[in-house]
């Protein structure tokens, strides 16, 4: 009988999880911050976009942006200019476009639901920032890159790219 009721209690449990990732999947699929836009010259569909996507859409963002992150502080490889200061500089366009939706709406159409939304995202938003800036080994693979500048032949807009890095 016991292990009857383990064995319920282990597939209720799967269920329940596997419920969980769904609806996880649905929400992001179902975001129309997190899909590509299909609207004349690329607009976002404002008309589409409610205020419960905004949470959701940071999440997914600065999580999409720290595997970024990641990938590059992981990358076996020699740091290089191409596959550090270049892979860094297009990391988080989509941290980017979410905060760019988010707060230019914040400033024109400002509503008790974008202020806690606000309040709620700004400290993550400011912990994933500190979380990338003070990231020892992205320093480090950085580092490397300026130390060897003089040699790299970098076009002038790549050194200041490396040089405000």
């Known amino acids: 009988m016991k292990k009857y ?4 209690t282990a597939l209720t449990l799967l269920i329940m999880v ?3 990732n769904k609806k996880t999947e649905d929400k992001q699929q179902n975001n129309p911050l997190l899909q590509e836009w299909t609207t004349e010259y690329g607009v976002p569909p404002f008309d589409k976009i409610k205020t ?6 940071f999440e997914e963002a600065m999580k999409v942006n720290k595997e970024e992150i990641d990938a ?8 290089t200019f191409e596959n550090t200061i270049e ?3 297009e990391s988080g366009s989509l941290l980017t476009r979410v905060e760019s939706i988010f707060f230019n709406l914040a400033e024109c159409v400002n509503s008790p639901e974008m202020e806690q939304i606000s309040e709620e995202i700004l400290p993550k938003l400011s912990q994933h920032g500190d979380d990338i800036s003070l990231n020892a080994k ?8 300026y130390d060897q500048r ?7 807009v790549q050194m200041r790219l490396l040089e405000e890095t």
Do not use: G, M, Q, W
């Open 18 to 20: 596997s419920s969980c």
């Open 150 to 156: 003089e040699s790299l032949n970098l076009e002038p």
């Open 138 to 145: 992205l320093f480090e693979r950085i580092k490397a890159v």
């Open 87 to 89: 892979a860094l500089e």
């Open 5 to 8: 009721i383990s064995v319920l």
């Open 72 to 79: 590059i502080v992981n990358n076996p490889d020699a740091p």
């Open 52 to 57: 419960e996507h905004y949470i959701p859409a």
